[in-house]
């Protein structure tokens, strides 16, 4: 579980565009990973918001890799 103030702390460092919204994502994927087949509706709906929300973890994504990059610690 990540705590607030590494949020705060990865915002700062510009590695996540804010906090509040890393913690909007993360609810989001408890949402999602809690559709049952069943669910159609709420099924589809999901994951079309989830489509949507993709590129900003691409983008976090990226972020990291630049951040590492520059540090020398890229994989």
Do not use: C, Q
């Not at 890393?22 to 509706?41: G, V």
Request: aromatic share 10%.
């Amino acid at each position: 579980m990540v705590k607030i103030d590494t949020l705060n702390r990865l915002e700062k460092l510009e590695l996540i565009e804010s906090a509040e919204k890393w913690k909007e994502l993360k609810e989001f994927r408890n949402l999602l990973t809690h559709t049952y087949p069943w669910e159609k509706e709420k099924l589809i709906k999901n994951l079309k918001v989830t489509l949507k929300r993709s590129m900003e973890l691409l983008s976090t994504f990226e972020r990291f890799k630049d951040f590492l990059r520059k540090r020398g610690l890229e994989a």
